[in-house]
């Protein structure tokens, strides 16, 4: 029983547009959320995260949002640029050590 | 300041060999965990330690799995024995404490092909 799924295994996005990953999750306990990138041969690394308090949280190009009524969340990278060609990894959290994972999101940027 | 770390990187090794995969957490942290990555599961949580106790082993897959640590700066994962289908990316993770609002850094990753 998946928790948190990322049903798009894979997005290509032309550079300079916008890129939107999408997460969904059934646990309503979750309050904290995360996004991750993962180059190959590299260990995932934390890009933003919200809290359940919030439905927006920007960081530079990166933006997440979070929609607590339909369990969805979604990342959106503005503008896209080829660096950003990676897996993004969703993942959820209710204040415990299990952070649920999400499958990834394999977003290529072409150029 | 210095990320978590493990070693070894790659590894290739034998069917029936012992294996060790070593991390040192992020200083200061005192929540562990190590994760497997497979095309077929994605990333799950083998074993979560808290102050160096082992507090959820769970996801360990068999007997064949055993984790330890020893100290706040060092853990190990050891397969013995390696079967090829523990081939996988094992990572391991760290927090400064467990509760919503932290953020877990991973390692780089031990590339695991048993053969």
């Not at chain 1, 929609?67 to 993942?91: E, M, R, T, W």
């Not at chain 2, 079967?83 to 993770?93: K, L, Q, T």
Request: hydrophobic fraction near 35%.
């Amino acid at each position: 029983d998946q928790q948190v799924k990322q049903n798009s295994p894979s997005l290509s996005v032309q550079e300079g547009r916008i890129s939107i990953l999408n997460c969904d999750y059934t646990n309503s306990m979750f309050d904290y959320f995360l996004w991750y990138k993962k180059y190959p041969a590299e260990g995932p690394t934390f890009l933003i995260s919200i809290s359940s308090i919030k439905d927006k949280n920007e960081d530079g190009r990166f933006t997440v949002f979070l929609n607590k009524s339909a369990k969805h969340l979604s990342l959106h990278i503005v503008p896209s640029q080829p660096g950003d060609s990676a897996v993004y990894f969703c993942a959820s959290n209710s204040g415990t050590y299990k952070y649920i994972f999400g499958t990834g999101t394999r977003l290529k940027v072409l150029a | 300041d210095a990320g978590v770390i493990q070693s070894p990187r790659h590894e290739v090794t034998e069917m029936g060999q012992e294996v060790t995969l070593r991390c040192k957490p992020i200083s200061g942290h005192n929540s562990l965990f190590w994760y497997r990555q497979t095309m077929m599961r994605g990333l799950e949580l083998l074993i979560y330690f808290n102050n160096n106790v082992p507090i959820d082993d769970s996801g360990m897959p068999e007997d064949r799995f055993s984790a330890k640590m020893p100290n706040a700066s060092f853990s190990t994962l050891k397969i013995q024995p390696s079967e090829p289908r523990d081939s996988a990316v094992y990572f391991c993770a760290s927090t400064e404490t467990v509760n919503s609002g932290n953020t877990i850094y991973f390692g780089e990753g031990s590339w695991l092909t048993v053969v």
